[in-house]
């Protein structure tokens, strides 16, 4: 008989050796490392893949390092006036002087008052070679308002100025005016994402459990509260904080705003997912077990989509970011003397004055970022959120 098949049937493969029931299949190392690993690792290898969003983190990261020790970094003090240097334009950080290498540098100032158009008239002084100063003392500031100190990371030269960025109408800085204006702009984001998810998450895992009265009360208010403009909402309540209010204050005041108007989209979020969770079998098995509500919510099914949460809240970020920066620029936000992005936009509100020296508009470019390197990071965790895909 051979073994070869008949025409039409299909070979079989029979294992001749002895059949052993407790035998398992040998896993590879990478193999055994995925199948072992928890899910929030599995979210960190894929979130890894995402090359624009790892960029993005590592963008925020920065930024948010230099709120950290904005006072270092910036070269002035944020109230100190150049009065002889207004609406003075960039200055250039050169290395190379006449073909001969100097160090990091830039030439003196020339000014003139051109009486005929009224406008300050600055010209590159090529006589006067100006090498930075690194690691030095300079203009005296309160470190967080705290501890006082005159170190700083670059100073301007010895008899000159350093203009990195320009001045604005009174000689401020705007590079040191940018960076102390990053700590209000980037934290307000963080503290009304606080204050939204708070309510988001209470409000809706209420509803979203208990249903019935309490869900349609909810849902009626998150009704009300979303069938109003935003930013008309957001000048109003700005509007009527009291301008007797100190500068700390209007800040949490605006913070506040912010985040009671930004939580009604979480609150839907959590309500749907809860409602989806609260019928699968863990959750009657808590319920059988005799835990109670505010555990079996915090939790079983929190848990469960936590990695959305934290990808909403990346994507909610940036609103806020942009709330402040559209109140301080309409002139109803945040006030001076705190300085903000916002703030500093605000200034250059007159089309004259933007024509004239464009460098005012500088602070828009650190807002882009920050919204750009947010969105993106929210789209690599909101990817990340679900491995398994």
Avoid at 39 to 47: A, E, I, R
Avoid at 183 to 195: C, D, E, N, P
Avoid at 354 to 360: D, E, I, K, M, Q
Wanted: aromatic share 12%; net charge positive; proline share 6%.
């Amino acid at each position: 008989m051979t073994d070869s098949p008949m025409p039409g049937e299909m070979r079989h493969y029979v294992a001749k050796g002895k059949f052993d029931p407790y035998e398992v299949d040998v896993l590879t190392p990478e193999q055994e490392r995925y199948y072992l690993a928890s899910q929030w690792k599995l979210m960190w290898w894929k979130f890894k893949r995402h090359r624009i969003a790892v960029i993005s983190g590592i963008i925020l990261l920065i930024f948010y390092g230099t709120i950290l020790i904005s006072e270092i970094l910036a070269p002035y003090n944020q109230h100190t006036r150049n009065t002889d240097y207004l609406f003075a334009p960039p200055q250039a950080v050169r290395l190379f002087h006449e073909g001969s290498f100097v160090g990091p540098f830039v030439y003196g100032l020339k000014t003139n008052l051109n009486m005929d158009v009224l406008k300050w008239e600055y010209s590159k002084d090529y006589s006067r070679v100006l090498p930075l100063r690194f690691f030095c003392t300079g203009d005296a500031y309160e470190f967080w308002g705290l501890i006082p100190g005159r170190f700083h990371l670059v100073c301007p030269p010895d008899g000159g100025q350093l203009f990195v960025l320009g001045t604005d109408r009174l000689g401020r800085d705007m590079l040191s005016r940018i960076l102390y204006g990053a700590r209000i702009s980037l934290t307000i984001g963080l503290i009304g994402i606080a204050v939204s998810f708070t309510l988001g998450i209470v409000i809706g895992g209420l509803a979203g459990y208990y249903g019935g009265w309490i869900d349609n009360v909810s849902q009626r208010v998150i009704e009300v509260f979303r069938s109003f403009p935003h930013l008309p909402l957001w000048m109003a309540l700005s509007a009527a904080l009291p301008v007797s209010w100190s500068p700390l204050v209007i800040y949490f005041g605006i913070t506040l705003i912010l985040g009671l108007l930004d939580w009604t989209g979480l609150a839907r979020a959590v309500r749907s997912k809860l409602l989806a969770l609260r019928e699968e079998d863990f959750c009657t098995a808590a319920q059988l077990m005799g835990a109670s509500p505010r555990r079996i919510i915090g939790r079983h099914l929190m848990p469960s989509f936590m990695s959305h949460l934290i990808a909403s809240a990346t994507l909610s970020i940036p609103s806020m970011i942009l709330g402040e920066t559209a109140l301080s620029f309409l002139g109803l936000g945040l006030r001076p003397p705190i300085t903000s992005w916002g703030v500093l936009l605000n200034e250059a509100q007159n089309i004259n004055v933007v024509a004239l020296y464009p460098w005012l508009m500088l602070p828009v470019v650190p807002v882009i970022v920050v919204v750009l390197a947010f969105n993106f990071l929210g789209d690599g965790l909101r990817d990340a959120a679900d491995p398994y895909k």
